[in-house]
């Protein structure tokens, strides 16, 4: 496995394995990796070569977010990436992704509006921003995206289709700890105590998964219901629970098929998202 952390290093390897008629699959990633990025690392070895980045996007961050603290350990990275078989660790420092003259920006309307989009203003401006960049340095024939971040998910695949970009993109299944909760680099910040009330947010997203497969149609039932479990743990703050259309994030009263249930919840100064789509 390679590491190299400038763009023209990273692009001359790809380009040279896709002469050899080699295809790639891409992982972006913030790092301090778990089995939830191992999962896409996983699924991408279904193309020749695998190429994950690990770079903390300041542009994705909000002027009172977590960036400065938020986890690094690039060394236990680069272990884990390579027990999962990638075979190019991208690690560009912050000055190698944005020169002191950086100006061009990637800006969705629309499906950023709502969820994440509203509770983290140029949440997904930076998201776009750095992951046509990536796109652009690494040119991959697939690229791997979380179901854990649905809305980012919907918003990359629309980049794409709207920015004529010739790369699939692939989504991967929420990977979870054997008690529910979904995984994440943030769930390092909690403390025993906050470990334990963060299960709050996926066993309330259980009852509702439960509720609709049961027949409840109506959002407003179901919301309530999640709302309810959650403000009954005193360390959780909601942030917001919504049901929404999976491809335009537009709220819906009634629930069918592809409809996002989804939920982004404090506990103590922590904010997990979670969700799931009804099948
Ligand atoms: P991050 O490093 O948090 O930016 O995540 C990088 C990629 O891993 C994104 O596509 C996430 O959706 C995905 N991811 C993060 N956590 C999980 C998880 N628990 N299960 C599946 N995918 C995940």
Redesign the pocket.
């Given at each position: 496995m390679k590491t190299v952390f400038g763009i023209s290093e990273a692009r001359s390897i790809v380009k040279q394995w896709k002469k050899e008629g080699d295809t790639v699959g891409f992982v972006?990633?913030?790092?301090f990796l778990h089995e939830?990025?191992g999962?896409?690392i996983k699924k991408a070895r279904e193309n020749d070569k695998v190429v994950v980045s690990i770079f903390v996007n300041p542009l994705q961050f909000g002027e009172n977010e977590d960036f400065g603290r938020y986890p690094r350990d690039f060394e236990k990275d680069c272990l884990f990436c390579e027990t999962y078989g990638a075979d190019l660790v991208f690690h560009p420092d912050v000055s190698e992704m944005y020169m002191p003259d950086f100006c061009t920006f990637v800006d969705m309307t629309g499906l950023t509006q709502n969820l994440c989009g509203a509770s983290r203003p140029g949440h997904f401006r930076g998201v776009c921003t750095v992951v046509a960049k990536l796109f652009n340095i690494i040119n991959p024939d697939r690229a791997y995206?979380?179901?854990?971040?649905a809305q980012?998910l919907a918003v990359i695949r629309q980049m794409v289709q709207d920015l004529s970009m010739d790369i699939e993109i692939v989504a991967?299944?929420?990977?979870?700890e054997p008690d529910g909760l979904?995984?994440?680099?943030r769930n390092s910040y909690l403390n025993d105590e906050e470990r334990k009330a963060a299960l709050v947010l996926s066993r309330a997203l259980k009852y509702a998964e439960n509720m609709v497969k049961e027949g409840t149609k109506n959002s407003a039932e179901v919301i309530s219901a999640i709302k309810r479990i959650i403000e009954s743990e005193p360390l959780a703050h909601i942030d917001y629970v919504k049901a929404v259309d999976g491809l335009t994030m537009k709220d819906l009263e009634i629930i069918g098929p592809q409809t996002l249930i989804a939920a982004a919840v404090y506990i103590g100064k922590t904010r997990l998202i979670d969700n799931f789509t009804v099948k």
């Open positions: 972006p990633t913030m790092g939830g990025h999962s896409l995206f979380g179901e854990k971040d980012q991967c299944p929420i990977v979870r979904a995984k994440s680099s």
